[in-house]
């Protein structure tokens, strides 16, 4: 009922850029929380950066001053921004989003991944 597609990763040097997008589509009522995960070989999924309905953001401490997260509520559309990176910034990134259908039913929806590789 629900789709995300993530696009705009690849292979980066250090210092370079990259900006992430995920789409949802099907039977999308509303969309609350929208967040961006990203998971390295051998570590656990951790958080990068969230934002609200509001617009409200959250960043891990690590990406903070280098990463800006922001949506497209018209668009259905997240948006990652990544500037400075480093290759400890290295992993595979997941867009998850919290939406309401046209049921009515709120459940969190993820995207099926997408790498990103910072090397020289």
């Known amino acids: 009922q629900v789709q995300l597609v993530e696009s705009g990763g690849g292979l980066v040097q250090p210092g370079g850029s990259l900006r992430l997008s995920c789409v949802a589509s099907?039977?999308?009522?509303?969309?609350?929380?929208m967040g961006w995960y990203r998971q390295a070989p051998g570590k656990q999924r951790e958080l990068v950066a969230t934002?609200?309905?509001?617009?409200?953001?959250n960043y891990r401490n690590s990406v903070k001053g280098r990463f800006s997260i922001s949506r497209d509520n018209n668009r259905n559309t997240v948006y990652l921004q990544m500037n400075s990176l480093k290759p400890e910034d290295t992993a595979v990134y997941y867009c998850?989003?919290?939406?309401?259908?046209?049921?009515?039913?709120?459940?969190?929806?993820w995207g099926q991944g997408i790498q990103v590789t910072v090397s020289s």
């Open positions: 934002i609200t309905s509001g617009g409200n953001t």
């Open positions: 998850s989003l919290t939406i309401r259908i046209t049921t009515g039913k709120i459940s969190d929806y």
């Open positions: 099907g039977s999308i009522a509303s969309i609350y929380n």
